[in-house]
């Protein structure tokens, strides 16, 4: 699957709006890992999928996975290493890790330096 299809699954059918369910299947996390990621109640996944604070970690998540995409361009491999590798320089943690401590821009900076050529 390609990030074009992943983004197209995306989005909540009928709506303008990210579907959590959809993503969490995508990048294969359940409710509950995706529910702290975004930082919100499990619950809110289905029963607010318009909350404000949900639609936008959802944003910046998908922001972070096109990031990876430009310097992965095999979707499965870049999404592996957006939840699984360690980045010395971010103390071993993810890039997940990162999104969800709400540093995305941190993340995206790495991975544009690491798309520059930079090796860090």
């Known amino acids: 699957m390609g990030f074009t299809d992943v983004l197209a699954s995306s989005r909540e059918p009928g709506t303008s709006r990210l579907s959590a369910v959809n993503i969490a299947k995508v990048?294969?996390?359940?409710?509950?890992?995706?529910a702290e990621l975004t930082g919100v109640h499990r619950n809110?996944?289905?029963?607010?999928?318009?909350?404000?604070?949900?639609?936008?970690?959802?944003?910046?998540?998908?922001?972070?996975l096109s990031a990876a995409v430009a310097v992965q361009p095999d979707t499965e491999r870049a999404f592996f290493m957006v939840k699984n590798e360690p980045i010395p320089a971010f103390r071993h943690k993810t890039l997940l890790q990162l999104a969800q401590e709400g540093r995305t821009e941190d993340a995206i900076d790495y991975l544009e330096s690491i798309s520059a050529g930079f090796a860090g």
């Open 27 to 34: 990048l294969g996390l359940q409710f509950q890992d995706m």
């Open 44 to 64: 809110t996944l289905r029963t607010h999928p318009e909350s404000p604070r949900l639609q936008s970690a959802l944003r910046d998540l998908l922001r972070l």
